[in-house]
């Protein structure tokens, strides 16, 4: 079975610096999927990215990259010029690749929640 | 397009009592699943359904029924409920397009849930 750990349950970053998330997930599994989710206090579950195993470059959407780590198994999540709005929860999640066969469940991690201070 | 739609948002319970929570998605999405969320343990999957007619157990299903009668709803029911269902509940669907990629969960707004 697969297992994702997330190792920081709360952290905290000035506004307009740099934080980074850090995931470690545990899988046999040679081709799957990584996702970042943000959960603000709206309870609304965003993708914020997402990452394809067999794809060596990291993704990127805007201010959010991703160090992806295969042989380690760590798939690090990095916000640039941190914003009052990317307070919130973030959750890491795993998901295993369709030829696997069933259903493609998503594992998720329990959660960073972020401050960004003003 | 209203993508997933929960309810209700919010619903408080008396222990032994049943009800109902209701998901609905309009874009003929083959995937549905029930997840609850509490505080430490992030996202856990209660049941799931890869197509009108078939339903499975995800992690932790005790306590809980689903069904699957049409591609676009997929209820969650608790037959006696019990204040270790006290939680946040999310419905989720998703596809995998010809292409083969994987696509990513499309959630509903959750429904808090208290039971006293």
């Known amino acids: 079975a697969q297992t994702v750990t997330q190792s920081q349950p709360e952290m905290s970053v000035q506004e307009a610096e740099t934080v980074t998330l850090s995931c470690t997930y545990d899988?046999?599994?040679?081709?799957?999927?990584l996702f970042w989710y943000k959960q603000p206090p709206s309870r609304q579950m965003i993708l914020v990215i997402r990452?394809?195993?067999?794809?060596?470059q990291n993704a990127t959407e805007n201010r959010f990259s991703v160090n992806f780590q295969k042989a380690a198994k760590s798939f690090s999540l990095k916000i640039s010029d941190s914003q009052l709005g990317d307070t919130a929860m973030y959750f890491c999640?795993?998901?295993?690749?369709?030829?696997?066969?069933?259903?493609?469940?998503?594992?998720f991690g329990t959660g960073t929640k972020l401050q960004v201070i003003p | 397009n209203a993508g997933v739609t929960q309810t209700p948002k919010f619903q408080v319970l008396k222990t032994g009592q049943s009800m109902t929570l209701q998901c609905a998605q309009d874009?003929?999405?083959?995937?549905m699943s029930w997840y609850r969320q509490d505080p430490g343990m992030g996202l856990r999957l209660i049941h799931y359904?890869?197509?009108?007619?078939?339903?499975d157990q995800g992690e932790v299903p005790n306590g809980y029924n689903v069904s699957r009668s049409t591609t676009e709803d997929f209820p969650l029911r608790l037959l006696s409920a019990a204040p270790s269902q006290t939680s946040v509940y999310f419905c989720?669907?998703?596809?995998?397009?010809?292409?083969?990629?994987?696509?990513?969960?499309?959630f509903g707004s959750g429904t808090q849930l208290s039971v006293l």
């Open positions: 899988t046999s599994e040679n081709n799957y999927y």
């Open positions: 874009m003929n999405h083959e995937y």
């Open positions: 359904s890869v197509g009108a007619g078939i339903t």
């Open positions: 990452q394809e195993a067999y794809k060596q």
């Open positions: 989720a669907s998703s596809y995998s397009p010809p292409t083969g990629s994987v696509e990513k969960l499309f």
């Open positions: 999640a795993f998901m295993k690749p369709l030829y696997s066969g069933g259903y493609q469940k998503v594992t």
